[in-house]
T-cell receptor, first 113, second 114 residues
Framework: DSGVTQTPKHLITATGQRVTLRCSPR?????VYWYQQSLDQGLQFLIQYYNGEERAKGNILERFSAQQFPDLHSELNLSSLELGDSALYFC????????????FGPGTRLTVL | KNQVEQSPQSLIILEGKNCTLQCNYTVSPFSNLRWYKQDTGRGPVSLTIMTFSENTKSNGRYTATLDADTKQSSLHITASQLSDSASYICVVSPANQAGTALIFGKGTTLSVSS
């Protein structure tokens, strides 16, 4: 158990809908990262927050947005969902240093029908 | 373009045997290189982290090597166990980049059979 929690574990929805994925980092970690892992694809970095502020952006679509709240939990919002958005979405946390290990949560499996 | 390529794509070995997984990267300059183990349907777990100045790092039966000149890394698994069956992912962190964005390889799927 990494100490990072993600909810829900599974999510099934229809095209055009909007969903929110939630992540709680390990106690004391200030940095939260979001990743997307599609079938047969490597993990793709989406976005990083550090202590409530956006720190880095990767291949995140404009239909996706994220935020980190004062209690350090984070939410990833996915809107106007398309079939291709079906994937595993992972959240990871670290204390924020570039060399610090990132601890991954168990992931949310999103299926868009 | 920054890329991380891993080989082989998949590998099947017998329990107790050794194996070596390869990682080639074009990320330059880079800050550090990591190997992760990902069990099916679960989040990746860090095995080793090496800075550009390190040549080798061990974690139990896992030994990672790094050649920054040829931009190659390998992960050697000794005396494999059934529980080693997983995807092994090579990850490179670019230097001089805001934030801590990582570039992931697609992974090598290892199956250990009895």
């Amino acid at each position: 158990d990494s100490g990072v929690t993600q909810t829900p574990k599974h999510l099934i929805t229809a095209t055009g809908q909007r969903v929110t994925l939630r992540c709680s980092p390990r106690s004391g970690d200030l940095s939260v990262y979001w990743y997307q892992q599609s079938l047969d694809q490597g993990l793709q970095f989406l976005i990083q927050y550090y202590n409530g502020e956006e720190r880095a952006k990767g291949n995140i679509l404009e239909r996706f947005s994220a935020q980190q709240f004062p209690d350090l939990h984070s939410e990833l919002n996915l809107s106007s969902l398309e079939l291709g958005d079906s994937a595993l979405y992972f959240c990871a946390s670290s204390s924020g240093s570039p060399f610090n290990e990132q601890f991954f949560g168990p992931g949310t499996r999103l299926t868009v029908l | 373009k920054n890329q991380v390529e891993q080989s082989p794509q998949s590998l099947i070995i017998l329990e107790g045997k050794n194996c070596t997984l390869q990682c080639n990267y074009t990320v330059s300059p880079f800050s550090n290189l990591r190997w992760y183990k990902q069990d099916t349907g679960r989040g990746p777990v860090s095995l080793t982290i090496m800075t550009f100045s390190e040549n080798t790092k061990s974690n139990g039966r896992y030994t990672a090597t790094l050649d920054a000149d040829t931009k190659q890394s390998s992960l050697h698994i000794t005396a494999s166990q059934l529980s080693d069956s997983a995807s092994y992912i090579c990850v490179v962190s670019p230097a001089n980049q805001a934030g801590t964005a990582l570039i992931f390889g697609k992974g090598t799927t290892l199956s250990v059979s009895s």
